[in-house]
């Protein structure tokens, strides 16, 4: 899917337009962006120098809601859905997700630092 996201190069300096393909894997969903949120973290990677766990270019954005749009294996389900993408995605493998405790999950992925956020057309996740 063709994707049209606003993407950080260096901090500090203007956000870029740019497009690129985003396909999802085995379990995994394209979201259309309906909204997404500036929170302070945003505002920390972007003004402040915070570090990313993914390096720049990167889009930013983790407070995502939107309607589900494709999907990739086992995710099919999923298509035409209203969600909102939590801030904090667990890997539902580790001994933690497996005992209900995916808020303590260590490998966790957050939108807009592990891989790519909301501030786009659409969000793989």
Same mark, same amino acid.
């Given at each position: 899917m063709q994707v049209e996201a606003w993407t950080v190069y260096q901090g500090g300096e203007?956000?870029?337009l740019e497009n690129r393909q985003e396909t999802p894997g085995a !379990?995994?969903?394209?979201?259309?962006?309906?909204?997404?949120?500036v929170c302070h973290?945003?505002?920390g990677f972007f003004y402040d120098g915070v570090p990313t766990r993914h390096p720049f270019p990167l889009t930013l954005g983790h407070e995502i809601s939107g309607v589900v749009v494709e999907a990739g294996p086992g995710a099919a389900e999923w298509? !035409?859905?209203a969600v909102v993408v939590p801030a904090v995605l667990p890997c539902g493998e580790c001994a933690a997700c497996r005992a209900g405790r995916g808020a303590i999950c260590p490998r966790q992925i957050f939108p807009g630092n592990d891989l790519h956020g909301g501030f786009a057309s659409h969000v793989r996740v």
């Open positions: 203007p956000m870029r !379990g995994e969903v394209v979201v259309e962006v309906a909204g997404c949120g973290t945003d505002l298509i !035409g859905r």
